[in-house]
């Protein structure tokens, strides 16, 4: 079944703990990007990948970093997590980075830092 | 800079009657508008794209769009709403003119309630 996998769905953690987030999708797409969303606010992007080892920072980076070296996963690392980063995660991919392509969508992890 | 602009936080129908989820956009070039839909504890599901054309656009589970240039609108659209459409609707829109316009720029999402 073509998907985007996140593990995990649920987290709590306290400040500075350092975590990884991981997403992972079958369908060979080149495009890859992780949004927050939070109440009020609808989805913003955190930062996007257009293929292997290319990341660019999406409308919120800040506190988060990305890595690419597979096509099939992008993890989001929070390094030093702060408790206004506590969200609801959602990873997408699509086929390449053009406009047209629709963006499919992983399950979410609900993280909260206390 | 592209927007969406979802005006309502919340719309209630009742069961049978027909909905409208309004969305409207603002992009410096020509848009390729998305709907997506969120039922509690999911993610996000895809509904249906404007890209060109048609502009009125058939997607998931009997909804279809209306794209409205003049009033730089995408509206979403069912004839008949069921219960089981209540969830969280978001508009999104890329902007088709620039580089690096990969973007995809989301509305605050608009919940629907279908009453019974």
């Known amino acids: 079944e073509a998907q985007v996998t996140q593990n995990p769905r649920y987290l709590i953690t306290v400040t500075g703990k350092k975590l990884t987030v991981t997403c992972s999708q079958n369908?060979?797409?080149?495009?890859m990007s992780w949004y927050r969303q939070d109440p009020g606010l609808g989805l913003r992007q955190i930062y996007y990948?257009?293929?292997?080892?290319?990341?660019d920072k999406g409308d919120v980076p800040e506190g988060y970093k990305v890595s690419r070296k597979e096509k099939r996963n992008f993890p989001l690392i929070l390094e030093s997590p702060s408790p206004n980063q506590t969200s609801l995660y959602f990873c997408?991919?699509?086929?390449?980075?053009?406009?047209?392509?629709?963006?499919?969508f992983g399950p979410g992890t609900r993280l909260t830092v206390l | 800079a592209q927007s969406v602009a979802q005006p309502e936080d919340q719309v209630n129908v009742a069961e049978g009657n027909p909905l409208t989820v309004k969305c409207t956009y603002s992009?410096?070039?020509?848009?390729?508008l998305f709907w997506y839909v969120q039922y509690p504890n999911r993610g996000l599901q895809f509904l249906l794209k404007?890209?060109?054309?048609?502009?009125l656009v058939k997607g998931s589970y009997g909804f279809e769009a209306e794209f409205n240039k003049s009033q730089t609108s995408f509206h979403l659209k069912k004839p008949s709403a069921l219960v089981s459409d209540s969830a969280l609707y978001f508009c999104?829109?890329?902007?088709?003119?620039?580089?690096?316009?990969?973007?995809?720029?989301f509305g605050k999402g608009t919940k629907l309630s279908v009453i019974p």
């Open positions: 992009v410096s070039g020509n848009p390729y």
């Open positions: 999104a829109v890329r902007d088709d003119s620039g580089a690096g316009s990969y973007q995809l720029t």
């Open positions: 369908m060979n797409h080149e495009y």
């Open positions: 404007y890209i060109t054309g048609d502009n």
């Open positions: 997408a991919s699509s086929l390449s980075p053009r406009g047209t392509d629709t963006q499919y």
């Open positions: 990948s257009m293929n292997v080892e290319v990341t």
